[in-house]
């Protein structure tokens, strides 16, 4: 079964505000079983909506359209789709109490007569009662096809969709979708494809398909069954390959986890406690693991060390190494993380330095290099990365790295 | 002239991911003068790219397709393009020139074939360097029609946009389209419609649009004219006209600024040092800072003092005060702001200490409620704030309040 998204709104198009209804609509769609094909957005102007409807009335099962339900002039959902419907649009008696009930209870001194229009609906539609606004919901069957017309503000559309669009929908269906999520970290979005090309080119149902991330890869496996336990069994001598074509470079394979709650995940298994000591990255490494509610068991402090000065008063980062070495160098993030630990007492500290840009880089030492070392157990490992990319994403691709030098370092040293 | 939007990737149509990046390029194109009428998604699917470009090829007078410009399989949006428009695919020199200096850069042990794919472009198009990843974006012209392809990810599509798509839109713009930006840190956005409810409704041409972000509020003046003289001119008096209902709120005017680049400039005209000193933001005030390049003239150190122990031992808060107001309290705020001037010398110095949730909230201090403490001079003035939103945006907020207060305290006590 396909349906197809519709948002109506001028103020979308001017982009005053992000279309969140879009993100949330697709995903419960997905959850349900229901593809959706396209996603439209047109503004309140009669042709276009006319032209958009009749496109996905041709195109789809069901036309989901959110907004224009409103009392003004310019909301024209309901009227334009009774139109391509050829439907009459007749008052509904229930809907009519409902708005008299509404204004009774919500002191207006006149009611504005254009409100009633609320109550008129296509003739022999399905009116779903809205609980927190004065425009229905509305469920319009004709000639196999079907429009389901919903209100824009969230807080109306949310509940109104959970609650009886998607059982609605779920009755209509035959199959189910299920997908497994796999989280990469240290491969390229091009290498992943690579490595899995095979199985990208070859497989309909399930099907495999990899998503780029800043510094890590999403590949997700979706199966299509009749029910969810077979659609699991479909998934399984799938993920069972990308786990061996993987390893260790898979972090995760939970939809929700990301990087940083699997290293203070990994921190709590092993009853372990982390500190950061940062250079270019002042303090987005910190600011990631803060990400991650209860971190406080584990994560107790960090320290943005920009200057040498910092490095040396709060690292003990000697001066003779700034010196031989320069501030970015292999050995000077050895000697931040292992600084780190003699401050902190922690059991993991990284200590990160490099060349965020635009300035500041030379022909031996370029924009993007940056060194990441890692302590646990008083023995420090330094990574050197060559990251490209402006100021901000050089810094974001160091703190997805010295996340993941975390988590193999953990797992290295104490599973 | 009218633009049709359209983002490839079966992702948005799984609802896997908000697409932020249809509000950015309608915004964008909305100062730009161009007409949006219809925004689309498609996904990753031949037949269905082909009709969504053939209809927006022939309703409009640019397509603008971001997304599927990768090396992998399911980045077909170059292909279908060029076949949709008629044109072979060509190798660009130029470009595989770049990937290959950028595969020598990145220390790869073998190149994927498949990542050459990314330097063919439709035959006679203007090609569009990418700084921030592999795929160029392309500017194909052809029978009074124009595509232009941008690269998915927002890192790579806002810088291409911003600096080579726009003024290629703007050359083909019969009147120029001008806009002055006023960006604002303290009203919410009903209360800064509503302060300017008369300029919204009424102007027509320069129309005033306030725009919603993290903590602030972006209003934008725009004006039609022929020429940016004359636009200017008739900016002028409505920019006085907001800069004399919203004065100190007010913190720049210019397009590039933010807030960041606001405090790191005044620090840097008052020859100022500042550090920062933070629990639940976790390191995200001395990152934002840290974003603006050249900041180590004025940011030498920060500390993140998630834990009671690490407030005591690097800021010297005392215990006497922990334990009687709590960690999350205007005192502690304060001890945290002088303790980080008397660690660092630093001139100007935050303290930031709150609730971000999900958990640790009471009814006597709920989940939001945030102290900022700012010290200069020897005085600590502290701030107290109720936030709304999940952990993230709690922390966002208090980020952005804490710049604001580090601005207004350093024109407050320096100008």
């Known amino acids: 079964m396909v349906v197809e998204l519709i948002s109506v709104g001028t103020e979308l198009l001017l982009g005053n505000i992000v279309n969140t209804n879009m993100q949330f609509l697709s995903e419960k769609c997905a959850q349900a079983g229901v593809s959706v094909y396209y996603q439209v957005t047109v503004g309140d102007n009669p042709e276009r909506m006319k032209e958009t409807f009749q496109t996905a009335l041709n195109r789809a099962d069901i036309m989901l359209v959110t907004g224009g339900l409103g009392p003004t002039e310019d909301d024209l959902t309901k009227e334009i789709c009774a139109q391509v419907m050829g439907l009459p649009l007749v008052e509904d008696a229930h809907t009519r109490a409902r708005l008299e009930e509404f204004f009774q209870n919500n002191i207006y001194t006149e009611i504005p007569e254009n409100n009633w229009k609320q109550a008129l609906v296509p003739e022999g539609c ?21 429009a389901i017309l919903l209100p824009g503000p969230p807080n109306e559309l949310y509940p109104l969709f959970t609650e009886q669009v998607l059982p609605y929908l ?21 290498q992943v494809a690579d490595k899995l090309a095979d199985l990208i080119e070859t497989q309909d149902n399930p099907t495999v398909a990899p998503y780029a991330k800043t510094g890590e890869v999403h590949v997700r496996v979706t199966a299509k069954a009749a029910n969810e336990e077979e659609a ?53 490494l910190a ?14 402090e960090g320290f943005v060390t920009y200057s040498n000065k910092a490095k040396r008063k709060l690292l003990d980062v000697s001066k003779g190494t700034l010196k031989q070495y320069g501030a970015v160098s292999r050995q000077v993030a050895k000697e931040m993380a292992s600084g780190c630990a003699f401050a902190t007492d922690a059991d993991v500290c990284v200590g990160i330095t490099g060349i965020a840009g635009p300035d500041g880089g030379s022909e031996e030492k370029p924009v993007g290099l940056v060194y990441i070392g890692c302590c646990v157990k008083n023995k420090v490992s330094v990574e050197e990365y060559h990251f490209k990319g402006n100021r901000e994403k050089i810094r974001e691709q160091s703190v997805t790295k010295a996340l993941d030098l975390l988590r193999r370092s953990i797992l290295e040293n104490y599973k």
């Not at 399905?126 to 079907?146: F, H, S």
């Not at 779920?170 to 091009?190: L, T």
């Not at 600011?287 to 107790?300: C, D, H, K, Q």
């Open 126 to 146: 399905q009116v779903l009662d809205n609980g927190n606004g004065m425009a229905p919901g509305l469920i319009i069957e004709k000639d196999g096809k079907t």
């Open 170 to 190: 779920a009755s209509k269906q035959p199959e189910i979708i299920c997908s497994q999520m796999v989280k990469i970290c240290g491969y390229g979005e091009s």
């Open 232 to 284: 699991k069994k479909m998934i399984k001598p799938l993920l069972k390959e990308i786990k061996n074509r993987f390893g260790m470079a898979i972090y995760s394979t939970k939809e929700e986890e990301n990087l940083e709650d699997v290293v203070v995940r990994l921190l709590k298994k092993y009853e372990l406690t982390v500190s950061t000591a940062e250079s270019c990255t002042g303090g987005m």
């Open 287 to 300: 600011a990631r693991l803060v990400n991650v509610a209860g971190v406080s068991e584990v994560f107790r």
